[in-house]
């Protein structure tokens, strides 16, 4: 009976490492330090490309950037093209830094690198790129008057700023909390604050609800606030309301009865003209009216008595 061994071949240690860190250095290979980098407009941003490993001495680098469901190139050919002309550049070995950001260049951008010599030659990453845009004065829209009890709605509206902006509203320099149960202040009035859309609506108006208000439009780039507007509260007079239209109707039934008696008496009665109002002229003396073939043409004749 034969016995056979399987003798499993073993490597030292040292070489397996070795063998390792041949592979990679045959292989481009790509990191980033922020996949998710945001900066304010107008400042500078650095989109990190490094790399990590790589045996190509001259390898080929682009930036792409994807935006409205298509990519277009940002460098290409070792210069920087697009948008990004005259307002970025490639930091060695592949870092791009955009030194005056826009609102435009919110978008995800993809480092691309091509090593010819190595054994994984192509690597790639995305970076999602935000700019952020600080809100501009909104526009705020406060009622100038508003009867107690009645309702009243605010607004404030800003459409600038990015991320979207989020609202506060104050009055008299102090702010509305979003729900008034949880002031003492405002625990008695009856309104609901939408952050989201910046409007404030008053179900039922007191007294207690007039004074200055302003809004202030915000986001994580910064802040903007309208000027202060005043809105009154005031009692509806129900006594006034009531006596003038009692004035009213004593004034109509006082024209209504001139009207009648004026009937009466006559003063409206129309005369109505009947009759042919044309005069035959009369007949001179030694002059006879001859009618003509035409209608209305009439020619005289002039007899002498001798």
């Given at each position: 009976m034969k016995i056979?061994?399987?003798?499993?071949?073993?490597?030292?240690?040292?070489?397996?490492?070795?063998?390792?860190?041949?592979?990679?250095?045959?292989?481009?290979?790509l990191k980033t330090n922020d996949e998710s980098p945001w900066t304010n407009e107008f400042e500078?941003?650095?989109?990190?490309?490094?790399?990590?490993?790589?045996?190509?001495?001259?390898?080929?680098?682009?930036?792409?950037?994807?935006?409205?469901?298509?990519?277009?190139?940002?460098?290409?050919?070792?210069?920087v093209s697009g948008d990004l002309e005259n307002r970025a550049r490639i930091r060695e070995p592949a870092t791009l830094v955009i030194t005056n950001a826009t609102r435009s260049d919110t978008a995800k951008y993809r480092c691309e690198v091509t090593a010819p010599d190595d054994q994984k030659s192509f690597d790639e990453i995305v970076i999602d790129l935000v700019v952020r845009v600080k809100p501009v004065v909104p526009k705020c829209s406060v009622p100038k008057s508003v009867p107690v009890g009645k309702s009243a709605e605010l607004r404030c509206v800003e459409e600038e700023g990015f991320p979207k902006s989020q609202y506060q509203w104050f009055r008299n320099r102090e702010e509305i909390p979003d729900d008034p149960k949880t002031s003492p202040k405002f625990f008695n009035s009856s309104y609901t604050l939408n952050s989201e859309t910046g409007t404030l609506k008053f179900s039922a108006v007191r007294k207690d609800d007039a004074g200055e208000y302003y809004c202030r439009a915000k986001n994580d780039a910064g802040h903007a606030e309208c000027g202060p507007q005043m809105m009154e509260v005031y009692d509806i007079n129900i006594a006034g309301i009531i006596l003038g239209v009692l004035?009213?109707?004593?004034?109509?039934?006082?024209?209504?009865?001139?009207i009648c008696c004026a009937y009466k008496r006559g003063y409206f009665t129309s005369q109505k003209q009947t009759g042919n109002n044309y005069k035959v002229p009369a007949k001179g003396d030694g002059v006879d009216y001859v009618r003509t073939e035409d209608e209305g043409d009439f020619r005289h004749k002039s007899s002498f008595v001798i």
């Open positions: 056979h061994v399987v003798q499993r071949l073993m490597f030292p240690l040292p070489f397996l490492s070795c063998f390792a860190g041949y592979l990679s250095v045959l292989a481009v290979v500078s941003i650095e989109l990190s490309c490094l790399i990590e490993s790589i045996s190509t001495t001259n390898p080929r680098i682009e930036w792409k950037k994807i935006q409205h469901g298509g990519p277009s190139y940002v460098f290409f050919d070792k210069k004035v009213v109707v004593v004034v109509l039934l006082c024209i209504t009865v001139g």
